[in-house]
C-alpha cells in the first residue's frame, strides 16, 4: 500500500465552482501535512501546510483529520488559474528518514470558462 | 535570491551511456533531495541527503543509480549504463531540513534516452 493515496482525477469543473480533493495517508506517526500544485511541465511548489486546527489561504481551505487519516483541499470560486495537479505530502518522524517527504501522485484539476 | 538550480536541463543520450545530473541547492539549505517524474507520473522518491547522516537511498531504483553530495553543497546524480526507461524528469529539491520545511524544486533535468 503506498504511503499517500490520492484520487487522481481529472476532475473538470466550470470557472466558479466549488472543487474538493481528498488524501489519505497510511502512518499514523505522520507528523506534517502539506498541499503542493504543479503546474504542466513544471516543478512542484508550495500550495499550503495543513494544520489539526484546519487553515484557510484565501479561497483556499485545508483540512487535517488525524483520527481517519486523511486530508482534505478545498477550491472555492474556482479559477482558470487554478488548473494544476495538486500533490498531497506528508512527513514521518522516524529517524534517519526525519525531513524526508511523500509525496501522493496528485490530482489533476482542469477549470473550464 | 537564488533558487534551486539544475544542469542541464535537458539531456539526450543514447541507451548504454552514462549521465551526470547535477544540482545546486539553495545556499544554507542542509536537506537535498532527487526525485524522478516520468511522463503522466507522480514524482518517485529517489534519494535523501541530511546534512552530515548517511544518505537514504532507499529509493533508487537500481545499483546503475547512485549520487553524491559534496558537504552542504552541489549534489549529482548518476545513472550508468541508461536504458529507454530511465526517460523522465529528475527533479532536485532543496530544504532547511528537520520536520516539516518546506522543499524547495529545482525545473528539472529531462532525460530522454533513445
Known amino acids: 500500500r503506498k504511503e499517500v493515496e490520492q484520487d487522481p482525477g481529472p476532475f473538470n469543473v466550470p470557472e466558479g465552482a466549488t472543487v474538493a480533493f481528498n488524501c489519505t495517508y497510511s502512518?499514523?506517526?505522520?507528523?506534517?501535512f502539506f498541499w503542493y500544485r504543479q503546474d504542466c511541465r513544471k516543478e512542484p511548489k508550495l500550495l499550503m501546510s495543513?494544520?489539526?486546527s484546519g487553515n484557510e489561504d484565501g479561497r483556499f481551505t485545508a483540512q487535517l483529520n488525524r483520527a481517519s487519516q486523511y486530508i482534505s483541499l478545498l477550491i472555492r470560486d474556482s479559477k482558470l488559474s487554478d488548473s494544476a495537479t495538486y500533490l498531497c505530502?506528508?512527513?514521518?518522524?522516524?529517524?534517519?528518514?526525519?525531513?524526508?517527504?511523500?509525496f501522493g501522485r496528485g490530482t489533476q484539476l482542469t477549470v473550464w470558462p | 535570491g537564488a533558487g534551486v538550480s539544475q544542469s542541464p536541463s535537458n539531456k539526450v543520450t543514447e541507451k548504454g551511456k552514462d549521465v551526470e545530473l547535477r544540482c545546486d541547492p539553495i545556499?544554507?539549505?542542509?536537506?537535498l533531495y532527487w526525485y524522478r517524474q516520468r511522463l503522466g507520473q507522480g514524482l518517485e522518491f529517489l534519494i535523501y541527503f541530511q546534512g552530515n547522516s548517511a544518505p537514504d537511498k532507499s529509493g533508487l531504483p537500481s545499483d546503475r543509480f547512485s549520487a553524491e553530495r559534496t558537504g552542504e553543497s552541489v549534489s549529482t546524480l548518476t545513472i550508468q549504463r541508461t536504458q529507454q526507461e530511465d526517460s523522465a524528469v529528475y527533479l532536485c529539491a532543496s530544504s532547511l531540513g528537520g520536520r516539516g520545511n518546506e522543499q524547495f524544486f529545482g525545473p528539472g533535468t529531462r532525460l530522454t534516452v533513445l
Open positions: 495543513v494544520y489539526s
Open positions: 545556499s544554507g539549505h542542509t536537506a
Open positions: 502512518n499514523s506517526a505522520s507528523q506534517s
Open positions: 505530502v506528508v512527513t514521518y518522524d522516524r529517524g534517519s528518514t526525519l525531513g524526508r517527504l511523500y
